[in-house]
């Protein structure tokens, strides 16, 4: 399982276009990259996931560069909604049942 | 379509006492996840079931066992509670046999052992 770094906590003001990067340097050829988002109280929620390049959906898109060595979820213009634990998981699936989370990365939206 | 049901919302038990959770996947899933999340930490894979068998089993004692049922629901019970068993218990369902494949997570269910 290839090991995951995020920041601790990230703070960002409404309407802020908000990037979280996840280092994932010992990454293997067939990991694919996944982001969950949790509310306090709440279970994660798959928000998107990704192989190379860049994908886009109507949440989030996920930026990944040519050595995937690192990922960055981007957040258009965030609102006090989007206050969450944001998790950077890799993983290939092969012959794996779980999904691996790490401590993730605390957002604070301020008003 | 109902998402992925967990009874009760909360529950409090003495220590060595016997807890047990429920799960109900969504309609269609076959793959029912349990994770355990205690305060700021990330959760934590205990088990999954895949038409009623066990798939896989994380690092827990054998205090905590589990079973999934005809209808895919699964229940999640643990013996003799200790303190640290305190956390928010998630149930994930999935499509998927393989666990990195989307999954849908419950709301949780808060145990506090006393």
């Known amino acids: 399982l290839a090991k995951t770094t995020q920041p601790i906590s990230m703070d960002s003001y409404e309407g802020q276009e908000v990037n979280i990067t996840c280092s994932h340097n010992?990454?293997?050829?067939?990991?694919?990259i996944t982001w969950y988002q949790q509310f306090p109280s709440q279970g994660p929620r798959f928000i998107i996931q990704g192989y190379k390049t860049k994908v886009t959906n109507e949440v989030a898109s996920l930026f990944i560069p040519a050595d995937r060595k690192s990922s960055t979820l981007s957040l258009p213009r965030v609102s006090l909604s989007d206050t969450a634990v944001y998790y950077c998981l890799v993983d290939s699936g092969a012959g794996s049942y779980q999904l691996t989370f790490g401590k993730g990365t605390k957002l604070s939206v301020i008003p | 379509d109902a998402g992925v049901t967990q009874s009760p919302t909360h529950l409090i038990k003495t220590r060595g006492q016997h807890v047990t959770l429920r799960c109900s996947p969504i309609?269609?899933?076959?793959?029912v996840s349990w994770y355990q999340q205690v305060l700021g930490q990330g959760p934590q894979f205990i088990f999954q079931y895949y038409e009623k068998e066990e798939r896989g089993r994380g690092n827990f004692p054998d205090r905590f066992s589990a079973r999934q049922f005809p209808n895919y629901s699964s229940e999640l019970n643990v013996n003799a509670l200790l303190l640290g068993d305190s956390a928010l218990y998630l149930c994930?369902?999935?499509?998927?046999?393989?666990?990195?494949?989307?999954?849908?997570f419950g709301p949780g269910t808060r145990l506090t052992v006393t």
């Open positions: 309609s269609g899933h076959k793959s």
């Open positions: 994930a369902s999935s499509q998927y046999e393989q666990g990195w494949y989307e999954q849908y």
């Open positions: 010992n990454i293997a050829t067939n990991d694919y």
